[in-house]
């Protein structure tokens, strides 16, 4: 089975918090249409850092620069409690990239390019 998909990058570092700061890095989930707009869900897990990890999720700010192939989004987040304490995640995404792979017995292989036009959405 195959898929594509248009999502968004988003990567970084989180705020510091008792002396240490974590690593993440995912692409958006869900496009979620709003009026003149659009935004995505998002969610990870950061790397381990002083032993623990924390989760989070959320939704990304409408799309800035427009809806076409150059238009990102911003997003601000609070993680998970872990170990006691959470972290900020900020930042912005990346444009629009095109995951498209294929799926075969639970394996998912994937190709990730740079979207320079959005594909047709006639009937839409």
Not at 28 to 34: N, P
Not at 42 to 47: A, D, L, V, Y
Not at 70 to 76: I, L, M, V, Y
């Amino acid at each position: 089975m195959s898929f594509s998909r248009i999502q968004h990058r988003m990567q970084g570092v989180t705020s510091v918090t008792r002396q240490h700061q974590h690593l993440f890095s995912n692409v958006t989930d869900l496009l979620i249409r709003i009026p003149g707009s659009h935004r995505h869900t998002f969610q990870g897990i950061t790397n381990t850092t002083n032993g623990h990890r924390h989760m989070y999720s959320g939704t990304t700010g409408p799309a800035i620069n427009g809806q076409g192939a150059n238009h990102f989004h911003r997003f601000r987040i609070v993680t998970q409690v872990a170990n006691g304490h959470t972290h900020i995640i900020m930042g912005r995404t990346t444009v629009p990239i095109l995951i498209s792979g294929v799926m075969s017995h639970g394996l998912i292989i994937e190709k990730v390019i740079q979207v320079k036009k959005y594909p047709s959405r006639e009937g839409q």
